[in-house]
């Protein structure tokens, strides 16, 4: 590992990339902002600049060679995680990235976990609205428990801002969704399960269909669970399907909330996340994620899930971010 503080942002010219900037600022650390091409950096003037193109290994090498922590927002990830992360185990220096996309997590845990442990770094993809709060959740609400026989998540969304990396890597990501049955990742049924879930105000009861995201896989690498069911109110997939719907700007005005509950019954636990913008409310995630591996509050090295590294409760309690709130029991 580099004895280097410094923090790079790939993709920091794209829309979560731009917040992760902003709070990595405002958290007191002065981030190197890179990407593609030198061109797409233009817009910031005071940061270190740098570029490689995701194909160049070498060039990948020296883009993180003096960097402690690389977050990644340069989707799709099925394309960018895996060399930026090979890249990063190969420098010494820790990865993160936002990505929703299960064979992208998938991919970095097969395929780095033992050179990432060998190289005492931690490979953690998915850390993020969607993957990394809902196992942070799930492992507060389970405490020191490590298995469940059965879980849901419903993720409630008042309305959705769709960026352009995210339609591009809906476009891109075709492979089938995973979800937990009997222990094990097996394919989501077709067709998908519908139901309805009442969300805390202002978003309160609405339908929903069997939509898993990363935090399926997340889930599966460091707890047991039975049956696992992840759901998605489906009034803003008409937005994400309507190509008139316009991408945000700045932080918009959306409103969600991230539920989980284990058990049946009587007996049900629940976690329960609101904020404000699942892509600025990203950034905090991230860079808390980013203070704790610069300064050691972290445990283990490999290809990791958020909650298998960090402090589950604690972490959801340190997030600094005056629209987000998260309680359990």
């Known amino acids: 590992m580099t004895d280097s503080q410094r923090v790079l942002v790939y993709g920091a010219s794209g829309h979560t990339g731009k917040f992760v900037v902003d709070e990595l600022r405002r958290r007191g650390l002065q981030p190197i902002v890179a990407g ?38 340069a989707g799709p990830f099925l394309d960018t995680a895996l060399p930026l992360a090979k890249a990063a185990v190969e420098t010494g220096t820790h990865y993160l990235d936002v990505t929703a996309e299960q064979p992208a997590v998938q991919q970095l845990y097969r395929e780095l976990d033992a050179a990432a442990r060998s190289a005492k770094t931690v490979v953690m993809p998915a850390m993020a609205f969607y993957g ?44 089938t969704r995973l979800v937990i049955r009997d222990g094990a990742l097996v394919p989501i049924s077709d067709p ?14 609405q339908s929903t269909v069997e939509l898993p995201f990363s935090e399926v896989v997340t889930i599966n690498r460091h707890l047991a669970v039975g049956t696992l069911r992840s759901w998605l109110n489906t ?24 539920e989980v509950t284990v058990g049946s019954g009587t007996q049900i636990r629940r976690g329960t996340a609101t904020g404000r913008d699942i892509y600025a409310s990203t ?40 629209d987000f709130e998260a309680a359990w029991g």
């Open 36 to 73: 593609r091409s030198l061109s797409r950096l233009a817009q910031f003037t005071d940061p270190e600049r740098r570029a490689a193109s995701i194909n160049d290994g070498p060039g990948l090498r020296a883009l993180l060679n003096d960097v402690a922590v690389v977050i990644n927002c």
């Open 132 to 175: 990394g709060l809902a196992d942070l959740l799930l492992t507060a609400v389970l405490g020191p428990e490590k298995s469940a026989d059965e879980v849901e998540i419903a993720i409630g969304l008042d309305r959705w801002w769709p960026t352009e990396g995210t339609r591009v890597t809906g476009a891109r990501n075709t492979a």
């Open 192 to 205: 998908a399960a519908t139901g309805e879930w009442d969300f805390p105000e202002p978003i309160g009861a």
């Open 235 to 258: 009034a803003p997939l008409d937005d994400l399907h309507d190509p008139e719907t316009q991408a945000p700007h700045g932080r918009s005005a959306q409103r969600f909330a991230v």
């Open 283 to 322: 950034a905090p995630i991230l860079v808390e994620a980013t203070a704790r591996l610069l300064d050691g509050r972290y445990r283990g090295s490999g290809a990791l899930a958020p909650g298998e590294a960090f402090a589950a409760a604690d972490f959801l309690q340190s997030i600094p971010d005056a």
